[in-house]
């Protein structure tokens, strides 16, 4: 069966330190890979999405990127945290479906509770 | 572009009461719809799907009907628990926005026993 993994789980990183946040997936080959922030009592919002290693679609302009270093990781970044980046991070994969239609489902992990203080 | 409105909670209940979570959405074509649950603490766990008109999609006694005249995915359930207090998001994902879901914002739901 497929499983995915996010760590850390909680994180309380300083204003201007850097990130790095790992998501992994085991059980299943060539996923598409989201990363995904939920702000405190907001909804969620796409940050990146991975279609394969080293493809990375960027959805919002931040100080934030993400990178696939290898098919089942997916590495969420930054150089600088800002207040704002405070968050819940989510990490979700999906099987590509094979005919047009938008079907496939999207499988999300635990999540990062990220604090920037 | 694509966007999905679901009714702002946090929506409160006693325990068997009716829950009903309304959910329409704006997008091109033929999008898939779904329901996806979010525990406290937790990340998402998908709920439940339809992917074409009329559908009904439905798990843990939870139910939503594509209804594609009315653009909407209500969820509903006939007897709440205090276990199905959570943050439910209504979702939507269309071939011609590519690999994306789109979510609505977000509904709180308490049951109190």
């Known amino acids: 069966s497929q499983t995915i993994h996010q760590w850390p789980a909680t994180l309380v990183q300083p204003v201007g330190s850097p990130l790095s946040l790992e998501c992994t997936v085991e059980?299943?080959?060539?996923?598409?890979l989201y990363w995904y922030r939920q702000a405190a009592g907001r909804g969620l919002q796409l940050l990146f999405y991975?279609?394969?290693?080293?493809?990375i679609s960027s959805e919002v302009p931040q100080n934030l990127s993400a990178s696939r270093p290898q098919d089942r990781q997916f590495i969420l970044s930054s150089k600088k945290l800002l207040l704002s980046d405070s968050g819940f991070y989510l990490c979700?994969?999906?099987?590509?479906?094979?005919?047009?239609?938008?079907?496939?489902?999207?499988?999300f992990g635990p999540g990062t509770r990220l604090t920037v203080l | 572009g694509d966007s999905v409105t679901q009714m702002e909670g946090p929506v409160t209940l006693s325990e068997e009461a009716f829950l009903t979570i309304n959910c329409t959405y704006t997008a091109t074509g033929y999008p898939s719809l779904f329901w996806y649950v979010q525990y406290p603490g937790e990340g998402l766990q998908l709920l439940l799907k339809?992917?074409?008109?009329?559908d009904k999609g439905s798990n843990k006694g939870f139910e939503a009907t594509y209804r594609k005249e009315t653009t909407s995915f209500h969820l509903e359930k006939g007897s709440v628990q205090v276990s199905d207090s959570a943050v439910y998001f209504c979702?939507?994902?269309?071939?011609?926005?590519?690999?994306?879901?789109?979510f609505g914002g977000g509904t709180r739901v308490l049951v109190k026993p």
């Open positions: 339809a992917t074409k008109a009329d």
């Open positions: 979702a939507l994902r269309s071939w011609a926005a590519g690999n994306k879901l789109t």
């Open positions: 991975s279609v394969g290693i080293g493809q």
């Open positions: 979700a994969w999906s099987v590509p479906s094979g005919g047009a239609r938008g079907t496939d489902t999207q499988y």
């Open positions: 059980g299943t080959s060539n996923p598409n």
